[in-house]
Structures are given as C-alpha cells and as structure tokens.
C-alpha cells in the first residue's frame, strides 16, 4: 500500500465515529429548577427558605436578626405574610417597612 492509499483509508475509517451522538458525559450539565431560583431571579428574598447569609443582605438585619427570623419560622412555623417579620423579636415596622419591597413569602 502506497502513503496516499493508507491516509484515505484511515480517514474513511473514522467517518462513523464522526457521525456517532454525543455521550451524555460530553452534554452540559442542565441546571436543576427549584423555587428558590424563581425568588432569588426576581430580586426577592424569600422569608420562608432564606439562609442567615441571605437574610443578612437585607436592610438593617445583621447577623442577630438573621438568626432571630431563622429561629422564629423553625418554632412557629413558615410565614404566612410579610407583615409577620415585625413579630420576630428585634424587627419593628420601621425594618419591615424598609425591607417590604425585598422580601415575600412562599
């Protein structure tokens, strides 16, 4: 066989693998749909799966009151409203008043 021969047929030879689908270790990973995304996507922070880090983004809400919310839906239960932040010890109206067009409810 001849130089010319032997590249021809290696190249004819790897055009089936050329034309195979892609293994699914090769696809990017789809990212996974949960709710949070939809709050954290509208800018909002949701009182009812927030974290202390989230929570802490929030205006005049430090470490202490972060915990204090994080406390309160752990014993009483998930919020129901916004307006239930101002009966979390330490949150007045002025901070739920601040914060209402940051925050919902799920």
């Keep these: 066989m001849n130089y010319k021969t032997l590249t021809a047929t290696l190249l004819l030879s790897c055009l089936p693998l050329l034309s195979q689908p892609l293994l699914a270790a090769d ?5 996974p749909a949960t709710t949070v995304t939809t709050a954290k ?26 915990q204090a919310i994080v406390d309160f839906r752990e014993k009483q239960g998930k919020f129901t409203t916004v307006e239930q932040l101002a009966d979390v010890s330490g949150i007045g109206p002025a901070t739920l008043e601040a914060n209402r067009d940051m925050i919902i409810v799920k």
């Excluded at 696809?27 to 990212?31: I, T």
């Excluded at 509208?42 to 929570?55: D, H, P, Q, R």
């Design 41 to 66: 996507e509208s800018g909002k922070v949701n009182l009812n799966t927030a974290n202390i880090n989230e929570l802490t983004a929030l205006k005049g809400i430090g470490e202490k009151k972060a």
């Design 27 to 31: 696809k990017p990973a789809a990212k």
